[in-house]
Each structure stands twice: as C-alpha cells, then as structure tokens.
C-alpha cells in the first residue's frame, strides 16, 4: 500500500518562502506511468491544484503560481518537495502531496494526510 | 483554464434519499472527470470516474453519467457515511481544477 506523508514548516513570515517535502512508501518513486503531485485547500474552501512533476523530472504548474513555485523529485530518497516563494496570507491552506495515474483516467489514487501552513508574522 | 462548475453547492438529504450532483466544464473534456468525497479533516478520497473506473471498495451505489461537458454523480440511496463534501476534477488538460464541491448534508 502506497503511503506519502508531508513535512515541513507549519507556520512561515509573509514574504518567505514554504517549503515542503513528501515522502513516499511502499513504492518507488521512480517506477514511472505516475504524476507526483501538490494540491492545496484552504481552510473552509475548496481544492487547488499546485502543480505536478514525473520522475524524470518534468514538471507542470498551474499558471496562477507558476513564478513562485519550484517542484522537484529526489529518487535516492523517494520523496518530492515543494516550494513556494513570496508568500502571503492568501497562502495559507492545508497542503497535500498525491499521486495521480499516467494513464486511464489520470485519477488521483493516493493522498497524503495533509499538512496545515499558516503564513503569519 | 478549464472551469469546472458543480451544483448544488449544498444539498440536505435523508438517508435513503437518491440525490444527484452535477458538474460542467467550460469546454469538452471527454470522460475525463474524476470525483472525490472528502470528509472533514480528511485527504480526499477518490470514487469514481467518468470513464466508469470505481475505485476499488466504492459501494455500486455510486455511479457516474455524461461526457463533454456535463456530468452527473448519483448516489441511489444515501447511508449515513455517505454526509461529505464532493468535488469533481477535470484531468483532461493542466491546469487541472476542481469543481468548487458540494457539501451533502443531512435532513
């Protein structure tokens, strides 16, 4: 059974920079035909997607964050990560890293747990 | 962008009930919908999809209709597990979005 778990910082300073890691069991990161994927909610709304990366190591943004969003994969520690620069209260959200299917449907399979960031001075 | 628009945005029901939640994107996106039942303080979970892949364990209840642009879930008779919010995504092109949810309460 797949498992991803997110870490990182739970509150960052207007104007910083979040950052997150997702680490991923019971499978390899880089076994291919996934997405490694970022979508976030903020609290009481409802789901955005951030953006995904393969493991080769292509990503794809969603355009409204793309020039303050950095998604990168590390196979040695079967984990990807997430940053997110300049950011303001509007950031704030629970953050979950997923895996989405490369192929049928391209349905979102496993979720994380979710991880609460605050952005607060 | 695709914009993916769900309604109702809530709907209040009775166990047993049969309810319906549609979706429509903006533009054609063949079967290329997903849905999601989220329950509060939880990860969504994924159910179902248009192309009539049921996640494995997803009660028959649930089941899925439409193609292009408009979409419908129905639920053919709500048990008490079934109170969550629902949303629908478009996987068809990036960015991918999500419908705004629709929170089914209980009567």
Known sequence: ????????????????????????????????????????????????????IYHSGSPSYNPSLESRVTISIDGSKNQFSLKLNSVTAADTAVYYCARARDFGDHHIDFWGQGILVAVSS | DIQMTQSPSSLSASV????????????????????YQQKPGRAPDFLISAASSLQSGVPSRFSVSGSGTDFTLTISSLQPEDFATYYCQQSYSTPITFGQ??????K
Do not use: F, K, M
Request: proline share 4%.
């Open chain 1, 1 to 52: 059974q797949l498992h991803l778990q997110e870490a990182g910082s739970g509150l960052v300073r207007p104007s910083q920079t979040l950052s997150l890691t997702c680490a991923v069991s019971g499978d390899s990161i880089s076994s291919g035909g996934y997405s490694w994927t970022w979508i976030r909610q903020p609290p009481g709304e409802g789901l955005e997607w951030i953006g995904y």
């Open chain 2, 101 to 106: 949810g629709t929170r089914l309460e209980i």
């Open chain 2, 16 to 35: 047993g009930d049969r309810v319906t939640i549609t979706c429509r994107a903006s533009q054609s996106i063949r079967t290329y919908l997903n849905w």
